[in-house]
């Protein structure tokens, strides 16, 4: 009984080996059995192409399945429903993030799926704003990954002005004038 439990183990093992860091392995209080799921949940897709995506500073659009942002201060917001969003990039780099006008925190996003929501948030309505953390950090976007069944919503565009100038103008996020004003 012994020989079996430590085989049913190995396997378990290489499961999770095989599966990478997507499969959770749980165990009950006695030990004696084992059962394991995938930890990703199912999303539903925003392709960088939504209609309900503003797109503010400079991005290349020139290619329909992602939106290349340079600069610092280029940035999209957008209005989601559910509890929680995650951000599909192409490359990794260092983001500024705001959820429901939160002050603006900094997340290193990594090439593929980066959550953005630290805890689920309150089911309703929610606002986005995800851009650039630096000045050197360029944004790669694909899309936006959200509960199942949840949506994005159309977002009121705001008067905009451009502030074009040297590194007084396009420093660190929060940091300078044009953000400022």
């Known amino acids: 009984a012994s020989k079996n439990r430590v085989q049913n183990h190995f396997r378990l093992l290489m499961l999770a080996l095989a599966a990478g860091p997507e499969l959770l392995l749980a165990q009950n209080s006695t030990g004696a059995s084992v059962d394991f799921?995938?930890?990703?949940?199912?999303?539903t897709e925003v392709l960088a192409t939504d209609p309900n995506i503003i797109y503010i500073g400079r991005w290349d659009r020139s290619q329909p399945q992602i939106a290349y942002g340079y600069w610092t201060g280029h940035y999209l917001r957008t209005k989601f429903t559910g509890t929680t969003v995650s951000v599909r990039l192409e490359k990794g780099t260092r983001l500024a993030v705001s959820?429901?006008?939160?002050?603006?925190?900094f997340v290193a996003a990594?090439?593929?799926?980066?959550?953005?929501?630290e805890q689920p948030l309150n089911p309703g309505d929610h606002l986005l704003q995800v851009g650039s953390g630096s000045q050197n950090e360029e944004v790669a976007f694909q899309g936006l990954?959200?509960?199942?069944?949840?949506?994005?919503?159309?977002v009121a565009?705001?008067?905009?002005?451009?502030?074009?100038?040297?590194?007084?103008t396009t420093m660190?996020?929060?940091?300078?004038?044009?953000w400022a004003t």
Do not use: C, H, M, Y
């Open 37 to 43: 799921k995938l930890a990703t949940q199912p999303s």
């Open 99 to 105: 959820i429901d006008g939160e002050p603006i925190r």
């Open 110 to 117: 990594n090439a593929g799926l980066t959550p953005l929501s």
């Open 145 to 154: 990954a959200l509960d199942v069944g949840a949506t994005t919503k159309p």
């Open 157 to 168: 565009p705001k008067p905009i002005i451009e502030f074009i100038g040297d590194s007084i």
């Open 172 to 178: 660190f996020v929060g940091n300078n004038f044009a």
